[in-house]
């Protein structure tokens, strides 16, 4: 028999209305025998199941939940119909070239990220519970794919971020199975990648934003393009691809920036698409003092918060980015701006964007408004999974 979570009278807000995550004040007592990582079935107070999850009472977290249904234990088959539902959702909605093909809660797999790049696999475990279960996973991950035609030449794990040791674990990131070359060619949007899987930030590449990145080509052609934070150079080259007349990526890491001009020779574009190792907010003044202005200003920066505690802080880095992002955009040019923290709520970084405007002295009219890719889908009820807030304005001077 599993152990039993008890909720509080009047608890479970999250799980009621939606959400994956009982919280540890909200627990009256667990009934039976149990050890961290088990899978628990969770009840209210006056004995209503609410689901299986995976219990740790070390983290705030202390519950997860991975379904509603009483007769959905977590068997062999139930983790396979899992990993059957988030390939065709991926084969219905993406590229699946390279794609992330599994995204937590969102699937119904909370705590597991698994990136696609070509026919490498990469691995995030983030969670007690699901680290358990991530071989099993796995396995029927690369059986599924190999079912339909899709063979995976190896699995690397990336389980190195600091949240691990919150769930009592320890980070850790190395070969699932046969080594093999971690750095991995890949084609988005046209545009050729060396994904370092091994060494790069996160799994090694940002999926997220590949059809934001799409968004702003048809801004680009024959146009003078600044990008920003630009990491690998993404951005940087789908403007080249598109035919910019010449493009400067900035990034303060110097490994971003070597990678970045591999990736331009990758494509033949080092002549028009340069990038700089520099401080975005040292090198906007700088640019602006200069003189120097651009058709098209690119925003992508990384998350400027990660709690609730330090928004505030983040606020002031998202305005004063926006505020020297425009002021380098020629009149009715074009500004693409970003914020990857679920913590900046969609109003808050709207209200930012809108008090660097009228700072700068600068009239926005709106473009688009996009989120992140489909393979990172948005599960209603479950706001964590929300988290790419992206604009495309055109910047006009004060009529």
Known sequence: MSAEVILKKGEGRTVKSGGAWVYDNEIDRIDGAFENGDIVAVKDFDGFFMGWGFLNTRSKITVRLMSRKREHEITDAFLEKRVRDAWEYRKATVDTGCCRLIFGEADWLPGLVVDKFSDVLVVESLALGIDRLKPRIVELLKKVLEEDGVRIRGVYERSDAKVRLQEGMERFKGF????????????????????????????????????????????????????????????????????????????????????????????????????????????????????????????????????????????????????????????????????????????????????????????????????????????????????????????????
């Open 176 to 399: 699932l199975g046969e080594p093999f070359p971690t750095k991995v060619e890949v084609v988005e949007n046209g545009v050729r990648y060396i994904v370092d899987v091994e060494d790069g930030q996160k799994t090694g590449f940002f999926l997220d934003q590949k059809y934001n990145r799409m968004a702003i080509r048809k801004f680009c052609r024959g146009k003078r393009v600044l990008d920003c934070f630009t990491h690998t150079g993404s951005f940087a080259l789908n403007a080249g691809l598109e035919g910019a007349r010449e493009v400067l990526g900035v990034d303060a890491s110097m490994t971003g920036v070597k990678q970045a001009r591999e990736n331009a020779a990758l494509n033949h574009l080092e002549d028009s698409v340069q990038f700089v190792c520099a401080d975005v907010f040292e090198l906007l003044p700088e640019l602006e003092k200069k003189g120097e202005r651009f058709d098209v200003v690119i925003l992508d920066p990384p998350a400027f918060t990660k709690s609730r505690s330090s928004v505030k802080n983040a606020v002031r880095g998202y305005r004063e980015i926006n505020l020297r992002g425009m002021k380098l955009v020629k009149n009715n040019g074009f500004l693409a701006t970003c914020s990857c923290s679920h913590f900046m709520d969609p109003q808050l970084f709207a209200k930012t964007i809108n008090e660097a405007a009228r700072s700068a002295h600068k009239r926005l009219r709106q473009v688009e408004f996009r989120t992140q890719a489909p393979d990172h889908p948005i599960l209603w009820a479950a706001g964590e999974s929300y988290y790419l807030k992206f604009y495309i304005f055109q910047v006009c001077e004060e009529q």
